[in-house]
């Protein structure tokens, strides 16, 4: 299974959304949610509360 770009959680097979940039590289996405906050919203994982990485203590 593959995971979440932005928040890190597994992606169930048959859902989420991928994003293939110009240069090449793919990013997965479980919701549009995460999908706004990494690329429209420009935010980091670190800092927003609901990510796994933000669970690990990046949070300020």
Do not use: P
């Not at 859902?15 to 980091?44: A, H, I, P, Q, Y």
């Amino acid at each position: 299974m593959a995971k979440c770009s932005f928040c890190r959680h597994s992606i169930e097979q048959g859902t989420g959304l991928m994003f293939v940039r110009k240069d090449g590289s793919v990013l997965n996405f479980c919701s549009s949610k995460c999908e706004k906050n990494m690329l429209k919203l420009g935010r980091t994982s670190r800092y927003v509360k609901w990510t796994k990485d933000f669970e690990k203590g990046g949070g300020k």
